[in-house]
């Protein structure tokens, strides 16, 4: 069975498919390329997987394909490596009307969407997504970048995709740890605006981790459908948007200073969750039994609660580069409830320094 959202922007809107299969079903891509060539920007992981796969299936609708293989990992989501997108765009002769086609996880996807972005000033772009954490959230919503030594996902563009083609089979040869991973970002539409959907998550978590077609399709589709009303709403996060950025500011002070790939994004995602929750605490709007609720539900999905141990001045430093710091002052996501986020400029450099003291191990 196939899943269909919508990501309403006007002209620019897109559908998502959510499935098993998808990978082989040339009716939803055919009618999202221009022309007869395309550019598929993959990984060494990915493209032995369903590179062939996916190629078949454009083949039989007389579409050829150009691979572009990148190395795997975050610490490959640079400039260098972006360059050999270009390099390949232009020795080929891809034109502006050339689609461009990230077959790949959330570090796939943002650096192709930037290449896209970028190339002759935008290339159509569609989205096949790979694992749980970008089926859930990085193939939705047009942001792409690529990391800085000082900063994560510094240097990108919003650029809307065409397509998000979201095949469920390819979990299937997920690594354990990536799937978790994952996990941590469908949380998180359940913290900051869908209660009922983490209630959800609480009874349905074991399935989850069991790769359950019929639970995981549900979640996936549930996360989508969150962030595609926050993206519509505020596409370029000027507002509502910065929500989906719970537990982000310390994630990535975790991924940037443990340095990039060490620390898994969903990983970095939750230790930062959970220092936000302390933090909501000591601001009085969570209660202890609600932090220990999110610790539990964290940890049963085998992800980590607590941060390393960098030092909060360490901390304060790299989240210092923050994209939602404004005027120098760094405004964070916090809980105001379970399934209520706010964004808040409230907390001194003492109170925050205290929750990752509190947080960190
Ligand atoms: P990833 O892209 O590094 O993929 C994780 C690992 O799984 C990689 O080794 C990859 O090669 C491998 N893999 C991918 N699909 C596979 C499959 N089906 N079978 C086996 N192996 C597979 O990591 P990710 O967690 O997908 O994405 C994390 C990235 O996404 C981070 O860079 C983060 O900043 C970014 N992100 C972006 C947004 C956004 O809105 N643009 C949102 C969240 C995260
Ligand atoms: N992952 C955060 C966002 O898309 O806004």
């Not at 610790?295 to 909060?312: N, Y």
């Amino acid at each position: 069975m196939i899943e269909t959202l919508a990501v309403a922007l006007g002209d620019r809107s897109y559908p998502i498919h959510i499935g098993a299969g998808l990978l082989e079903r040339l009716d939803l891509i055919l009618p999202h390329i221009k022309q007869k060539k395309v550019v598929v920007v993959s990984n060494t992981t990915v493209a032995p997987l369903y590179l062939d796969k996916l190629q078949a299936t454009l083949e039989r609708g007389a579409i050829s394909v150009l691979p572009v293989v990148l190395p795997d990992g975050e610490q490959f989501k640079t400039w260098e490596t972006l360059n050999l997108v270009f390099d390949a765009l232009l020795g080929a002769r891809c034109e502006r009307g050339t689609t461009l086609i990230a077959l790949g996880g959330g570090v796939i996807g943002d650096m192709g969407g930037f290449a896209a972005s970028c190339y002759q000033r935008g290339m159509p772009f569609i989205q096949v997504p790979t694992t749980l954490l970008s089926q859930v959230d990085s193939s939705v919503g047009g942001k792409t970048a690529i990391n800085h030594p000082l900063g994560k996902n510094m240097i990108g563009a919003f650029y809307q995709p065409k397509l998000v083609l979201a095949d469920i089979s390819t979990l299937n040869t997920l690594p354990e740890r990536e799937l978790k991973a994952g996990l941590a970002e469908v949380i998180k539409y359940g913290l900051i605006r869908d209660l009922e959907f983490f209630v959800w998550l609480e009874a349905n978590l074991e399935k989850l981790l069991a790769r359950d077609p019929v639970s995981l399709s549900y979640a996936i589709h549930r996360s989508c459908a969150n962030k595609a009303e926050v993206v519509a709403a505020d596409e370029k996060e000027t507002g509502e948007r910065a929500l989906l950025n719970l537990g982000h500011t310390f994630g990535h002070a975790i991924e940037t200073g443990m340095g990039y790939g060490e620390w898994l994004h969903g990983e970095a995602v939750s230790a930062g969750t959970l220092i936000a929750a302390e933090l909501s605490r000591q601001l009085g709007w969570l209660d202890s039994n609600a932090v220990e609720r999110i610790e539990r539900i964290f940890v049963r999905a085998g992800l980590p609660v607590f941060g390393p141990r960098l030092g909060s001045a360490r901390y304060l430093e790299l989240m210092s580069h923050d994209k939602k710091v404004q005027d120098g002052k760094l405004r964070l996501v916090l809980l105001k409830e379970i399934g209520r986020a706010i964004v808040s400029d409230q907390a001194s450099d003492g109170q925050i320094g205290a929750a990752i003291e509190a947080r960190c191990t």
